[in-house]
C-alpha cells in the first residue's frame, strides 16, 4: 500500500513538471517549477520515490531491504545536494536560494535553507566546491549545508 502510493505521487510529481521534466540535468532547462507540489517541497518526485522504496522494503523487512533503502536514500541525497541543487543555483540565482529557503528540501520546512547573506558579505563558499563551477557563489551564498535543517 505505502509503495503503491508512492508510485502515485511520483507520476503527479512528475505531471506537476510539465515540459520541465527530465532525468538528470539540462543544462538548456531554463524553467523553475514552484507551484503544485513544488510549493511544499523542493523534490516531490524523489520524496515520492522514497515512499515506494520504504514500501518495497518494508514487503520483505530484513538487513538487506534495510541496506537497499540507506543505498537509495544515500543516492538521492547525493544526487539533490551535489548534482541538482547547484545546477538549479548556478541557473535560477537569487530566485532559486529564495525559494530554498523557504521551501523544505524533501519535507515541508524541513531541510529549507537560511536566508542567503548579504550581496556584500564574504562567502563561506569559499573554499567550497563549487566556487570555481559557480563563480557568482562567492558573492552571495544562497545555501550552505550548514543553514539547512536536513
Not at 12 to 36: C, F, H, K, Y
Not at 39 to 52: K, Q, S, W
Not at 133 to 147: N, Y
Amino acid at each position: 500500500m505505502v509503495a503503491a502510493a508512492g508510485v502515485v505521487c511520483t507520476y503527479a510529481a512528475q505531471l506537476a513538471m510539465g515540459t520541465a521534466w527530465r532525468i538528470g540535468v539540462d543544462p538548456t532547462e531554463r524553467n523553475l517549477v514552484t507551484s503544485g507540489p513544488f510549493a511544499f517541497v523542493r523534490n516531490p518526485i524523489f520524496t515520492a520515490a522514497l515512499i515506494t522504496f520504504t514500501g518495497l522494503s518494508f514487503t520483505t523487512p530484513n538487513l538487506v531491504a534495510l541496506t537497499g533503502l540507506v543505498v537509495v536514500y544515500a543516492g538521492i541525497q547525493m544526487q539533490v545536494r551535489g548534482v541538482e541543487e547547484p545546477h538549479l543555483l548556478a541557473t535560477h540565482g537569487q530566485t532559486y536560494a529564495n525559494y530554498a529557503a523557504r521551501v523544505g528540501r524533501f519535507l515541508p520546512t524541513i531541510g529549507a535553507c537560511a536566508r542567503p547573506a548579504a550581496r556584500n558579505s564574504p562567502s563561506p563558499l569559499r573554499h567550497h566546491p563549487y566556487r570555481k563551477a559557480l563563480p557568482w557563489t562567492w558573492q552571495s551564498p544562497p545555501c550552505k549545508p550548514s543553514d539547512c535543517s536536513s
